[in-house]
């Protein structure tokens, strides 16, 4: 437990001193999604209708910038190495890594969604289940991540390859995102989208760290 | 605590890499307080070799052993006996010199001041400093400090002495030999045979 907060905080104060890798995903979240009404018509009931949609693959559009530098960095710093090789089980460590990879990409998503979500017309009173989705959502996206970094940690200029890998995997995600977003603004019960993107979630917290590990084993012999 | 003293023993070792066969029948034994040299020409396999004792990669034919067990099975415990410095630093460039020292340093869960550490290494003025604003060997010096923090019994040195001039070359060696003397083993490859050759109680060549 000791080792995982030890990384935990080790990976936030990294990303902290490289703030302007840590604001990129954000920013590129925002301008995608500012981009929509410019380019179709600014009428009300039309934002309305394509937002939640717009909304969602813009987050996992700047999901996909976050995830190179993961395992990358410590790879090539010889760090990974010594995590390897320390008497921690992997699996925690790359949990922790995860964790933190979420708190500085995930968590500054759900914060700014809402003030999107306003800006694109969506009723207050489907905010709270936007929210929520997003919040459950972006959790699967880092584990996603950490699996599409683990697996191309060895290869040079893995970026794009992470992208094509990915993409398909985070499909459920916006799936489910969507239609919980949807449900909501158009007054219908979201439960079910919601149950679906937690057990989601919660399955990829769970595994998703042991097939990451694994991967990284593979990848730095 | 443990089942066995601590000796690390590798046997009827082979290895291959890209499809040429690099050695095979290595067998050697290093029992408490020896120092083993591994020399040889430039790709002969002595950084693959100690990334097979280190157990993160495999061997193609024979096994390594520590303590009786298998070198990629071992427990935390045994695990924890084992410090590897490899050609890469494994440095954060963001973290100060004693940023790094200390996440080393709570991962193994010690304590110790680090003061002493620093004056030995000559790093006591640039502490403070972040290891991307270090010459080479200065970072090879806080490299090798991080590994001296985590108190292995076990040590498995890849080219150590890399852009260490004279006094840091000596301090290395006589790390080694203060190692070998209060009971520990080192596998120590590397090209400057001469400037080590006097810890070593085995010389491997490849």
């Known amino acids: 437990m000791d080792i995982f907060i030890l990384i935990l905080l080790r990976d936030l104060r990294l990303s902290f001193r490289r703030w302007n890798e840590l604001a990129m995903p954000l920013l590129f979240f925002i301008i995608i999604a500012s981009l929509f009404p410019l380019a179709s018509s600014p009428e009300i009931s039309q934002l309305r209708d394509y937002g939640g949609a717009v909304l969602w693959v813009s987050a996992l559009l700047s999901s996909l910038l976050a995830l190179d530098g993961l395992f990358r960095v410590d790879a090539e710093d010889g760090s990974m190495e010594q995590l390897i090789l320390s008497p921690t089980p992997l699996g925690v460590i790359v949990l922790a890594k995860i964790i933190a990879h979420w708190i500085v990409s995930g968590v500054p998503l759900v914060i700014v969604s809402p003030l999107l979500a306003l800006s694109f017309y969506l009723p207050l009173e489907a905010l709270p289940v936007f929210i929520l989705a997003i919040a459950l959502a972006t959790p699967i996206l880092s584990v996603l991540a950490a699996i599409g970094a683990a697996l191309t940690v060895s290869l040079r200029g893995g970026g794009a390859l992470i992208g094509l890998l990915m993409l398909p995997m985070m499909v459920p995600v916006l799936i489910f995102g969507t239609w919980a977003t949807d449900a909501a603004v158009q007054g219908e019960n979201p439960i079910g989208a919601l149950l679906l993107l937690a057990s989601l979630a919660i399955l990829s917290i769970s595994l998703g760290p042991l097939a990451a590990a694994g991967a990284v084993k593979v990848a730095m012999e | ?206």
């Open chain 2, 1 to 206: 605590m443990f089942n066995e003293a601590a000796s690390l023993k590798t046997k009827s070792l082979e290895v291959w890499r890209g499809g040429v066969c690099l050695f095979e029948g290595l067998d050697f034994t290093l029992e408490s307080g020896q120092v083993a040299i591994v020399s040889g020409a430039n790709g002969c396999g002595k950084t693959t070799l100690l990334r097979i004792l280190s157990g993160m990669n495999q061997a193609a034919g024979g096994y390594v052993t520590w303590r009786g067990e298998k070198i990629h099975r071992l427990n935390a415990e045994s695990q924890a006996e084992i410090a590897y410095q490899g050609h890469l630093d494994g440095l954060k460039k963001e973290f100060t010199v004693l940023e790094n020292l200390r996440f080393y340093q709570a991962m193994s869960n010690q304590k110790k001041p680090l003061e002493s550490l620093l004056e030995e290494l000559r790093l006591g003025p640039y502490q403070n400093r972040q290891v991307r604003y270090l010459s080479a060997g200065q970072r090879r010096r806080a490299a090798l400090g991080c590994m001296r923090v985590k108190t292995a019994k076990l040590w498995l040195l890849d080219e150590p002495l890399t852009n260490l001039d004279t006094k840091g070359a000596s301090l290395i060696s006589s790390w080694i030999s203060e190692h070998a003397k209060s009971g520990g083993i080192a596998v120590v490859a590397t090209h400057q045979r001469d400037s080590l050759i006097q810890t070593a109680t085995i010389e491997i060549e490849l």
